[in-house]
């Protein structure tokens, strides 16, 4: 059964970091685009950033500009989305999820959700 599983989300004051790892129960991983989306109370999923399975790092320069960063371990099935400098407005639940499609930006690209973590910037 395929699944992934996000961690590392929590509550953290602005300015400061949090990690999200992304664990895959998912076979031939090393084949899938991973990406990470967030949704705001109220809003769309919004893309964050992605890796994909060639080794491309993509970011939404709108919500990312600069302050996160994406990795990958095949040999642990793992992605991590390290978050920097946060804001309030990164408050939002995170979401990671697979694909092989290549529109990396769209929700419709991934075959593939975890349930989600929480992150809270507080002011």
């Known amino acids: 059964q395929v699944q992934l599983v996000e961690s590392g989300g929590g509550l953290v004051q602005a300015g400061g970091s949090l990690r999200l790892s992304c664990a895959a129960s998912?076979?031939?991983?090393?084949?899938?685009?991973i990406g990470w989306f967030r949704q705001a109370q109220g809003k769309d999923h919004e893309f964050v950033a992605a890796f994909t399975w060639t080794g491309f790092r993509t970011f939404s320069s709108d919500v990312v500009k600069g302050r996160f960063n994406i990795s990958r371990d095949n040999a642990k099935n793992t992605v991590f989305l390290q978050m920097n400098d946060l804001k309030t407005e990164d408050t939002a639940v995170y979401y990671c999820?697979?694909?092989?499609?290549?529109?990396?930006?769209?929700?419709?690209?991934?075959?593939?959700w975890g349930q989600g973590a929480q992150v809270t910037v507080s002011a």
């Open positions: 999820a697979a694909g092989r499609g290549r529109s990396w930006y769209h929700r419709q690209n991934y075959d593939y």
């Open positions: 998912l076979p031939s991983f090393e084949t899938y685009t």
